[in-house]
């Protein structure tokens, strides 16, 4: 095999590429490569094969050799996408080492990988046979009516007329016409990706003096006054902007299309037609780094580069408010100086947003942005860039680890403790934390870990000196950590002090930061208007037809949602069970949080912040710039508040429930609550003032909630840690659970059964389960978990997890396995 070497082959042998596709399969395959495209072929490239009978793919060529595949006979590549390769060959290692890791298969890496528009899937394309008669009364009504939509529509693929017929299997009906010579059927593969053009107009130089244009002038305005108009417009334009698109001298002049096509023929103006990107920037805006770090910053930025002599990964352990973004900045600045490339990870769009203003200001259009609001086209211009090195910063979510980097020097994963790093569903199942730590040994780059709240695994690494570790234990400026209030829901009730879900104290301290001009954020983990609707007379609730979860009453839409599939019904006003008119609805989410809050005052202007308020491209955006510019009195929100926001005013913060976190059956339930807790309470008094968090909670002596008063993150930590090593859990043990999926729970225990059994053979007490998780059937799905604990020195993480894939696959090889999924999730958070 010529594995990993980049280069074309100019030689006129018979070649063969081991390519990866888009599919969940457990080897690469092996297609032969025609001689013509001999000197064109390259590892990393995109390449057009047909897999089964008739489905087109792009794969991406992973290796090249002269050895054709034994065991079959290998097909022809039908094209090469592109000139240079579109993944490099380190990108290609990563790939590998994220499937071994997390137990997934390369394909699946590459789907979440590449942009969507660099990966093409076969669309089939649908058009009538116009050189066959045939008489229309002799179609049923399905055939008849895809002639119809054809007459208007000359193209049509099988996803159309699934939409069009209202159903999922059309293809025997296609099948059925194509008999008939009604229609004509060809697979065929179209590039999605279209670069976004302009025309740029510039003026003819013979008409750059002044007499000449003139001249010119005066006769346009006699015989094409239109035109003379457009001259005219383009030298109005051109005295406040370099590049005049065709668009807006158009617009400018009110000249038609036709006027200024004329002028080009004409040879008055020039027309030049280029790829602009979709990315915008003010380019004229000017870079400035005006800040100067604090004593106790500089001090840690000065020890964070000691520790970068010693080790590769870093963590800055730093108190909210603290300045870490500054420190960042510097640190990118100096790496950035040396020619490398920085990548700097967000947990959540919110944050990316938020932060990307204030780093274009230090980095201008040196920065990149990369997440899942850009679009397919965006995505693949990042792609590019990052590819040319033309990125010297990139600013992403987890996803951004996928980039073709040529040259990193850091990596900034900034709090880091967040579950948002690690994707859950579909595989690969992987955290962007770790493997930003693996990618930047690849590239012999350092990681920096930022957070108020470390992970305890990091923590740990951190304390046994396998990271290093440095502090900042004061907020920038001298502000004071906020004061927080813990308020017992119990004695307000008694006292009957409670309005709503609010206490008196709560009221109270928002009414007064509202009259001092000031902001307020209420964080409530729950979505939705109420979590359950119950019958008082029978106790029936609502659940989803697919999933063993109750429904969540949403007022804006006035339907009851699955928050797991997506599944929506009217809400009930009699009980389905009973007949009942007595439902009620229990619980609350952000949504009735906003609703009561508006009744109670109603003067204040109120924005929520969760899944629901955005899910469109710009309103994240349109939310953060209302509440920067004092547009938004109070903002009520859920874990999207808590991470990272930076305001000047905002001086209060809620928190309306802090036992919904505290009580989750977990084991990491504590270190959760104390990190949300800790994270949101951060957002208050950031900018010269002490804020005020006010905890509402219904066990105010609860431990976690007394060690988040004092901020005393290490007396969580150590308590912590000894029940971890006691019950056999990370950072001790490692993890890796398997979550056996089947539509028959009788079926899925005999299943489960089996796979737990031959497990137990190889490592004994060392398997858990099978047992049903907290929510034992989605999508249909019944679940059973099984749990592996490993330790971290007595048994060999690789070893076992050859073992666990030769087991799974064995398994998929006995009739027991049909309809059987399987799904390995390694170091599950």
């Excluded at 006979?73 to 390769?85: C, G, R, S, W």
């Excluded at 640190?331 to 990548?343: F, P, R, Y």
């Excluded at 539509?743 to 489960?752: F, H």
């Amino acid at each position: 095999m010529l594995e990993f070497t980049e280069g074309s082959h100019t030689h006129r042998t018979t070649l063969f590429v081991e390519v990866i596709l888009p599919l969940a399969i457990s080897r690469n395959y092996t297609y032969r490569v025609p001689l013509e495209m001999n000197d064109v072929i390259a590892i990393g490239k995109r390449v057009v094969v047909q897999f089964g009978k008739s489905k087109l793919y792009t794969a991406i060529v992973a290796a090249i050799s002269e050895q054709a595949p034994a065991k079959y006979e290998a097909k022809y590549i039908l094209e090469v996408m592109d000139e240079q390769p579109a993944v490099t060959l380190k990108q290609l290692a990563f790939w590998q080492w994220i499937a071994e890791y997390y137990m997934c298969n390369t394909g699946e890496v590459m789907n979440a990988a590449l942009p969507s528009a660099l990966k093409l899937a076969s669309e089939t394309k649908i058009t009538l046979n116009k050189d066959h008669e045939y008489d229309r009364a002799l179609l049923n009504d399905k055939e008849f009516l895809i002639t119809e939509a054809l007459d208007i529509q000359p193209e049509l693929t099988v996803s159309d007329i699934a939409k069009l017929l209202g159903q999922k299997t059309v293809m025997p009906i296609l099948k059925t016409l194509f008999e008939k010579n009604v229609i004509n059927i060809s697979e065929e593969v179209s590039q999605r990706y279209k670069p976004r053009r302009r025309t740029f107009i510039t003026l003819h130089p013979l008409y750059r003096d002044q007499e000449n244009l003139k001249e010119l002038f005066s006769i346009l305005e006699k015989r094409a006054p239109k035109q003379a108009d457009a001259v005219l417009a383009f030298i109005k334009l051109s005295r406040h902007q370099k590049n005049i698109t065709k668009n807006e001298l158009i617009e400018e002049s009110g000249a038609a299309d036709a006027s200024i096509k004329s002028l080009i023929e004409k040879e008055i103006f020039i027309a030049e037609h280029k790829n602009i990107s979709r990315l915008t920037y003010d380019e004229d805006e000017e870079a400035i780094s005006n800040f100067v770090l604090s004593e106790a910053q500089q001090s840690a930025l000065n020890n964070i580069k000691e520790q970068f002599t010693k080790k590769e990964v870093v963590l800055l352990h730093g108190v909210t408010s603290s300045g870490k973004t500054q420190i960042y900045i510097r640190l990118m600045e100096e790496m950035i100086s040396t020619g490398k490339q920085v990548l700097y990870l967000l947990p959540e769009i919110a944050l990316t947003t938020h932060i990307i203003e204030r780093l274009r200001i230090y980095f201008g259009g040196d920065i990149g942005v990369y997440h899942s609001r850009f679009n397919d086209n965006e995505r693949v211009e990042v792609w590019q860039k990052v590819l040319r090195n033309e990125y010297k910063v990139v600013l992403g979510a987890r996803s951004a680890v996928f980039l073709p980097f040529s040259d990193l020097g850091l990596i900034i994963v900034d709090e880091e403790h967040e579950t948002s790093y690690k994707q859950f569903d579909p595989a690969p199942r992987y955290s962007a934390r770790d493997a930003a730590i693996y990618l930047a040994n690849m590239h012999k780059a350092k990681v920096l870990l930022g957070s108020a709240t470390p992970s305890f695994e990091t923590y740990h690494n951190a304390h046994a000196q396998k990271y290093g570790l440095v502090e900042l234990t004061e907020r920038y400026g001298g502000v004071h950590l906020p004061q927080i209030e813990v308020v017992s829901i119990v004695e307000e009730t008694k006292r009957k002090t409670m309005q709503s879900h609010f206490t008196g104290v709560l009221m109270a301290d928002m009414q007064k930061a509202l009259d001092n001009k000031e902001q307020v954020i209420l964080f409530q983990n729950r979505r939705g208007y109420a979590p359950v609707l119950i019958c008082k007379v029978c106790a029936y609730t609502p659940k989803c037809i697919n999933c063993d979860v109750s429904l969540t009453y949403h007022k804006s839409s006035g339907k009851l949602h699955c928050h797991y599939c997506g599944y929506k019904e009217d809400s009930p006003s009699v009980c389905p069970a009973c007949g009942s008119t007595h439902l009620e609805y229990k619980g609350f989410g952000t949504e009735k949080v906003e609703d009561e809050l508006s009744v109670l005052m109603p003067d204040v202007r109120l924005a929520r912040m969760d899944l629901d308020t955005t899910r469109s491209r710009n309103s994240l955006q349109n939310i953060l710039n209302d509440l920067e510019e004092k547009k938004i009195d109070v903002l009520v929100g859920t874990q999207m508040v808590a991470k990272g926001l930076d305001f000047a005013d905002v001086t209060v913060i809620g928190i309306i429930n802090a036992d919904s976190l505290l009580k989750y059956p977990d084991y990491r339930a504590n270190e959760r609550s104390y990190q949300m807790l800790a994270q949101v309470s951060g957002r208050a008094g950031r900018r010269g003032k002490q804020g005020k968090v006010i905890i509402q909670t219904y066990d105010p002596l609860h431990r976690v909630i007394k060690q988040v008063i004092a901020n005393d993150y290490s007396d969580l930590y150590f308590t912590e840690m000894e029940e971890r090593k006691s019950f056999k859990y990370p950072p001790y043990y490692r993890i890796i659970n398997l979550d056996v999926k089947h539509k028959d729970p009788d079926v899925l225990n005999n299943q489960a059964e089996y796979l737990a059994r031959e497990l137990r053979q190889h490592f004994g007490d060392r398997v858990i389960g099978p047992e049903f998780p907290l929510i034992n059937r989605i999508r249909n799905y019944y679940i059973k978990s099984i749990m592996l604990k490993f330790e971290r020195d007595a048994i060999s993480i690789v070893k076992a997890k050859v073992i666990i894939r030769d087991i799974i696959t064995q398994f998929q090889t006995t009739k027991l396995s049909k309809g059987c999924i399987i799904q390995p999730n390694v170091d599950p958070y």
